[in-house]
């Protein structure tokens, strides 16, 4: 036999389904003069009719029982006499066991005037008035203080609501530490539609059971956590009653009531405050799946603008960051940065570049979730970072988990009086209260403005999954492409042959005659030549005509190319095993083109500058951009070889190389594919040279409107 502490709190009888009895508390032994071995394992059939004073009862009772063996109802709540009291039975089917509570009914209705304060839950404005939760609670129990208290995901809690009858410490507003809700009293909570403890000063009484798997977590007898008695003696609680809230399933917080005099609470009563908690607590979850809460028309209206920028632009990033503005505002943000693939752009009141890209490797290592909030993330944080952090608190949204794509907010810190617990068993109660300043610590954000980045992620969501089909297609056509140019190379090794074979005879025949040929068979050799020239220019420009119209359909887009050049330097660094070569840049504005393209612009004439300097002394390379009328020019000077003035005419010319360029390996064709590849982008490429001091390649991109305004501001390098 096993024994157990529970409440002194009416009494409990667990059977097992054949209506024998397994557990019983001891407070049953003594109104039947028993002891608990002689009735564990009795038949309720004979030990019931001893506490049940009718037979009507009696006969109530195992009907429900039979029932309750032979199938899973729902649990069962009845009225019956008991040693001359009326005592309400709730009996519960869990698994294997039959649980049997049994209070006394001290009331047998609720009075009209209890009810008056619940009229708000019927109406359709409703939404976020738990004050007036609290209120109709307390219209019912006349309790002290109720109160409405939400735990943050960091475990911290801070008081939203309050009824309080003035004769106790006010506690709206108040902020708890984590110790004041640990994971035991979350749990306990959890296992119940509410929990209650009538009287503290009660002494607990004895359980027996004979069965290991007896579980009575769920039933009102069962203790609460010893943090949580220390703590209601501490401040002088002598009676309790808390309901817990979930909103989508997640527990959320509490409505707790106290009171300083030892209290009795029927449990008609108890039900109804249930009932207004659990449909407060509905109608709160409501307005926040519908979006109701707190959003207004400025939000929708900026969820229609997200999506007309989604709709206008290839890639997200670019709606996104064209909606900074937006995004800092909609979500009360000090600050705002978003990172893609090592691209940087900031709002507001934000930490520097090198210490963001701290932050997002952070995330990127401890976080799996898709959205990540701490408003105390300095506090809890700090040590994991190389400078002090500029903010207190930061909401992450990682739009893609398969990419590196994030947007974070940041707040500033707000100084707060945190109740901070400290347990010792060497104190009168074995706790102590401390009000604490706290600094390291933002306002947390709210539900109102979590719905917002939960509106923001099914659209991205949307989009993102739009964007893949045309990435589909996109996939599709440029294999098409790639198909065709196949089909252009197998032509031009085809199509090729016989006018260079018809120039190859022309030129032997001519090389025969060592200039012994008559002006009649020179003109129509000439002539032939010419023609098989003619021939070989119309097949090229025909091909170039196709793949030119071709490559036109693919998309073009906003480019930032704050990352990427400097990757393409650093990569083109490591090829050349050119350590020394000081880099430098200035502005580095995005373009409008195509990602790859400008990858192979850059990637080209990057590599030039470092190849071409690396034996200089001291190899410099300088790369900046600016705004010029209708272009966007990009400057990439060295201080290399530079270009003979005799070359420069040609120098775009296919397989074309300088003359002094010997030494170097190379093909000749990298600047006439930049020069193709900027023309297709509407673009136009120029060089300047000097031998022996340098060359600045200089590359015009058309300016468009479609750039974002804060692309183009977050250019200055740091």
């Given at each position: 036999?096993?024994?157990?502490?529970?409440q002194?709190?009416?009494?409990?009888?667990?059977?097992?389904?054949?209506?024998?009895?397994v557990?019983?508390s001891?407070?049953?032994?003594?109104?039947?003069?028993?002891?608990a071995?002689?009735?564990?394992?009795?038949?309720?059939?004979?030990?019931?009719?001893?506490?049940?004073?009718?037979?009507?009862?009696?006969?109530?009772?195992?009907?429900?029982?039979?029932?309750?063996?032979?199938?899973?109802?729902?649990?069962?709540?009845?009225?019956?006499?008991?040693?001359?009291?009326?005592?309400?039975?709730?009996?519960?089917?869990?698994?294997?066991?039959?649980?049997?509570?049994?209070e006394?009914?001290?009331?047998k209705?609720?009075?009209?005037?209890?009810?008056?304060?619940?009229?708000?839950?019927?109406?359709?404005?409703?939404?976020?008035?738990?004050?007036?939760?609290?209120?109709?609670?307390?219209?019912?129990?006349h309790?002290?203080?109720?109160?409405?208290?939400?735990?943050?995901?960091?475990?911290?809690?801070?008081?939203?609501?309050?009824?309080?009858?003035?004769?106790?410490?006010?506690?709206?507003?108040?902020?708890?530490?984590?110790?004041?809700?640990p994971?035991?009293?979350?749990?306990?909570?959890?296992?119940?539609?509410?929990?209650?403890i009538?009287?503290?000063?009660?002494?607990?009484?004895?359980?027996?059971?004979i069965?290991?798997?007896?579980?009575i977590?769920?039933?009102?007898?069962?203790?609460?956590?010893?943090?949580?008695?220390?703590?209601?003696?501490?401040?002088?609680?002598?009676?309790s009653?808390?309901?817990?809230?979930?909103?989508?399933?997640?527990?959320w917080?509490?409505v707790?009531?106290?009171?300083?005099?030892?209290?009795?609470?029927?449990?008609?009563q108890?039900?109804?405050?249930?009932?207004?908690?659990q449909?407060?607590?509905?109608?709160?979850?409501?307005?926040?799946?519908?979006?109701?809460?707190?959003?207004?028309?400025?939000?929708?209206?900026?969820?229609?603008?997200?999506l007309?920028?989604?709709?206008?632009?290839?890639?997200?990033?670019?709606?996104?960051v064209?909606?900074?503005?937006?995004?800092?505002n909609?979500?009360?943000?000090?600050?705002?940065?978003i990172?893609?693939?090592?691209?940087?752009?900031?709002?507001?009141?934000?930490?520097?570049?090198?210490?963001?890209?701290?932050?997002?490797?952070?995330?990127?290592?401890?976080?799996?979730?898709?959205?990540?909030?701490?408003?105390?993330?300095?506090?809890?944080?700090?040590?994991?970072?190389?400078?002090?952090?500029?903010f207190?608190?930061?909401?992450?949204?990682?739009?893609?988990?398969?990419s590196?794509?994030?947007?974070?907010?940041?707040?500033n810190?707000?100084v707060?009086?945190?109740?901070?617990l400290?347990?010792?068993?060497?104190?009168?109660?074995?706790?102590?209260?401390?009000?604490?300043?706290?600094?390291?610590?933002?306002?947390p954000?709210?539900?109102?403005?979590l719905?917002l980045l939960?509106?923001?992620?099914?659209?991205?969501?949307?989009?993102?999954?739009?964007k893949?089909?045309?990435?589909?297609?996109?996939?599709?056509?440029?294999?098409?492409?790639?198909?065709?140019?196949?089909?252009?190379?197998?032509?031009?090794?085809?199509?090729?042959?016989?006018?260079?074979?018809?120039?190859?005879?022309?030129?032997?025949?001519?090389?025969?005659?060592?200039g012994?040929?008559?002006?009649?068979?020179?003109?129509?050799?000439?002539?032939?030549?010419?023609?098989?020239?003619?021939?070989i220019?119309?097949?090229?420009?025909n091909?170039i005509?196709?793949?030119?119209d071709?490559?036109?359909?693919?998309a073009?887009?906003?480019?930032?190319?704050?990352?990427?050049?400097?990757?393409?330097?650093?990569?083109?660094?490591?090829?050349?095993?050119?350590?020394?070569?000081?880099?430098?840049?200035?502005?580095?504005?995005?373009?409008?083109?195509?990602?790859?393209?400008?990858?192979?612009i850059?990637?080209?004439?990057?590599?030039?500058?470092?190849?071409?300097?690396?034996?200089s002394?001291?190899?410099?390379?300088?790369?900046?951009?600016?705004i010029?009328?209708k272009?966007?020019?990009?400057?990439?000077?060295?201080?290399?070889?530079?270009?003979?003035?005799?070359?420069?005419?040609?120098?775009?010319?296919?397989?074309?190389?300088?003359?002094?360029?010997?030494?170097?390996?190379?093909?000749?064709?990298?600047?006439?594919?930049?020069?193709?590849?900027?023309?297709?982008?509407?673009?136009e490429?120029?060089?300047?040279?000097?031998?022996?001091?340098g060359?600045?390649?200089?590359?015009?991109?058309?300016?468009?409107?479609?750039?974002?305004?804060?692309?183009?501001?977050?250019?200055?390098?740091?």
């Open positions: 036999m096993e024994t157990t502490n529970i002194k709190f009416g009494h409990l009888i667990v059977l097992d389904l054949n209506l024998k009895i557990g019983i001891s407070s049953i032994l003594d109104r039947v003069a028993l002891k071995e002689n009735l564990l394992q009795s038949s309720a059939l004979e030990v019931f009719p001893k506490l049940l004073k009718t037979q009507s009862d009696f006969k109530k009772v195992i009907k429900i029982l039979e029932n309750f063996v032979k199938e899973n109802p729902p649990r069962s709540l009845i009225t019956v006499k008991i040693l001359q009291k009326s005592y309400y039975l709730k009996i519960t089917k869990v698994n294997s066991f039959i649980y049997i509570e049994a006394q009914q001290y009331r209705h609720i009075s009209s005037s209890e009810l008056n304060d619940i009229g708000f839950l019927f109406e359709n404005k409703y939404s976020t008035q738990w004050d007036l939760v609290c209120k109709a609670l307390n219209n019912i129990i309790f002290d203080r109720v109160f409405v208290l939400q735990v943050q995901d960091t475990g911290n809690c801070n008081v939203i609501a309050e009824y309080n009858n003035g004769n106790v410490e006010d506690f709206k507003h108040k902020q708890f530490a984590k110790e004041y809700m994971e035991e009293v979350i749990q306990h909570h959890q296992d119940s539609p509410y929990r209650y009538p009287n503290m000063e009660a002494d607990f009484e004895e359980f027996h059971s069965e290991d798997n007896i579980d977590n769920f039933t009102q007898t069962v203790c609460p956590p010893e943090i949580k008695l220390k703590y209601f003696n501490f401040i002088h609680v002598k009676s009653l808390s309901f817990p809230l979930f909103l989508q399933g997640k527990f917080g509490l707790i009531a106290h009171n300083m005099q030892k209290t009795h609470v029927d449990l008609q108890r039900k109804i405050c249930t009932f207004i908690v449909n407060a607590m509905s109608k709160y979850e409501t307005f926040i799946k519908q979006g109701l809460l707190d959003i207004n028309l400025q939000v929708q209206n900026f969820q229609n603008i997200l007309d920028r989604l709709a206008r632009h290839k890639t997200i990033n670019c709606a996104l064209e909606s900074m503005d937006s995004l800092q909609m979500l009360k943000a000090d600050g705002l940065a990172y893609n693939e090592g691209e940087v752009y900031f709002k507001g009141h934000t930490p520097s570049t090198d210490l963001f890209l701290e932050i997002v490797a952070y995330l990127k290592a401890n976080e799996k979730r898709t959205i990540f909030k701490d408003h105390n993330f300095k506090r809890n944080q700090k040590q994991n970072f190389s400078t002090e952090l500029p207190a608190g930061i909401l992450a949204y990682n739009i893609d988990l398969k590196d794509h994030y947007i974070i907010w940041f707040r810190q707000t707060i009086v945190e109740t901070q400290e347990y010792n068993d060497s104190l009168p109660y074995g706790i102590q209260s401390i009000e604490k300043k706290i600094y390291d610590s933002a306002l954000w709210n539900d109102a403005e719905n939960t509106g923001l992620q099914n659209t991205l969501n949307h989009s993102i999954k739009q893949l089909l045309e990435n589909k297609d996109l996939a599709k056509n440029l294999a098409e492409l790639n198909n065709e140019l196949e089909m252009f190379t197998y032509s031009l090794s085809h199509d090729l042959k016989n006018p260079l074979s018809v120039l190859k005879m022309g030129i032997d025949f001519l090389k025969s005659k060592n012994n040929i008559d002006d009649r068979q020179k003109e129509k050799w000439f002539s032939t030549i010419s023609l098989g020239l003619q021939n220019q119309d097949i090229i420009d091909i005509t196709v793949s030119h071709k490559v036109k359909k693919i073009k887009d906003s480019i930032p190319l704050q990352f990427l050049v400097r990757k393409i330097a650093e990569e083109s660094k490591l090829a050349y095993q050119d350590v020394n070569c000081e880099i430098t840049y200035g502005n580095l504005l995005p373009i409008w083109g195509e990602k790859s393209a400008a990858y192979q850059f990637t080209n004439v990057i590599s030039n500058a470092i190849k071409y300097s690396q034996y002394a001291s190899p410099k390379i300088h790369i900046e951009s600016v010029m009328d272009w966007i020019q990009y400057k990439i000077s060295d201080n290399g070889i530079g270009i003979p003035a005799q070359d420069l005419t040609h120098i775009f010319e296919m397989f074309t190389r300088a003359k002094n360029v010997d030494n170097y390996n190379g093909s000749g064709i990298g600047l006439s594919l930049v020069k193709r590849i900027i023309e297709r982008l509407d673009g490429i120029e060089i300047q040279s000097e031998e022996g001091k060359t600045t390649v200089i590359m015009h991109f058309p300016l468009e409107k479609g750039l974002p305004q804060v692309m183009m501001d977050a250019t200055a390098t740091e």
